[in-house]
């Protein structure tokens, strides 16, 4: 089963997508209807588009362009997969540039820029964070322009029992990212020599190992952070930090501010984050022409809009 809701309505559209489809459902063809960035927060699932495969795990991003069809598949999870999408008007793509190839229908491997911005849009969308859906969203998503100007997304040619391997040590990477892990760890997992696996990972999922846990650290934290006013220094220590600078530093390039104005932000929001946003804003507010989200179909499974 799949659902779809709708969060908010404004100059930016938030569609929580959760499905629960896994390895038996036949995958079907469907059409992205709307310019989007839907970030995947739990699970994990193939995306076909464009000739091009895709294995997308917490942390990844999906892009879609209008008419650009689409399959997902669900060969490796058996939970299903939960995504945040932020789904812009032709106006907006405008505003920041234009389409220009970089809202092309993809898939983009976990980047720490946009993990611990997707990790607060997540607070935001649930409840626990009282900054604004739509200011955290249009951040997102100009934060995406920003990261992947220039970026070619690599698509992944990996055999089918590579790409389940990959994605089975990508969510035991993540479960298990507070502790200490190596390359022997995690290889040993899936039953690989540390060789194999570094390679066979990188050309799946487009983050080498080692990449991918310190991104994991780096989302968890994100989490904390936007839900809880802990010290920053507990927060570093549970999510795997032994060096409190080096976490500093590495949230800082992440999110272009300290973890301690990160939490502010998530708590508060921010006023300086607004006033840079807020003439995209007022440009989209009166644009009722907003292209929605495309409806899942209704076979093989079920569809609901609240």
């Known amino acids: 089963m799949i659902s779809a809701t709708e969060l908010q309505a404004g100059p930016i559209r938030v569609m929580d997508f959760r499905c629960s489809a896994g390895p ?67 106006r907006f793509v405008e505003l920041v540039g234009g389409d220009r190839g970089r809202w092309r229908a993809t898939g983009l491997p976990p980047l720490p820029e946009l993990m611990v911005l997707g990790e607060l849009a997540q607070a935001v969308a649930s409840g626990r964070s009282d900054a604004a859906l739509d200011e955290v969203g249009l951040w997102f998503t100009s934060r995406f322009l920003d990261v992947t100007t220039g970026r070619e997304p690599a698509s992944s040619k990996a055999s089918e029992r590579d790409r ?108 300086k984050l607004r006033k840079i946003l807020q003439d995209r804003v007022n440009d989209l507010i009166d644009d009722d022409r907003l292209i929605h989200p495309s409806s899942r179909k209704p076979s093989p499974c079920t569809t609901t809009s609240d």
Not at 27 to 48: L, M, N
Not at 207 to 214: K, M, R, S, W
Not at 233 to 255: I, W
Request: charged share 20%; hydrophobic share 40%; net charge neutral.
């Open 24 to 90: 038996a459902e036949k995958p079907f063809v469907e059409q992205h209807q709307a310019y989007s960035v839907s970030y995947v927060r739990k699970g994990s699932f193939g995306y076909r588009v464009r000739g091009k495969s895709y294995e997308l795990v917490a942390g990844s991003v999906l892009v879609g362009h209008p008419g650009d069809e689409f399959v997902c598949t669900h060969d490796h999870h058996v939970c299903g997969d939960e995504c945040l999408s932020f789904q812009v008007s032709p």
């Open 164 to 271: 389940r391997r990959a994605v089975e040590a990508a969510m035991w990477i993540s479960a298990h990212s507070q502790e200490a892990i190596d390359l022997d760890r995690v290889a040993g997992e899936v039953a690989l020599s540390p060789f194999h696996f570094l390679r066979m990972f990188s050309r799946v999922l487009g983050v080498t190992p080692h990449q991918y846990l310190v991104r994991s650290r780096l989302r968890h934290a994100a989490q904390l952070l936007a839900e809880s006013d802990r010290e920053v220094t507990d927060v570093a220590l549970e999510v795997g930090y032994a060096d409190l600078s080096n976490f500093v530093r590495s949230f800082h390039r992440a999110a272009g501010m300290s973890p301690g104005a990160f939490r502010q932000t998530a708590l508060k929001g921010s006023k």
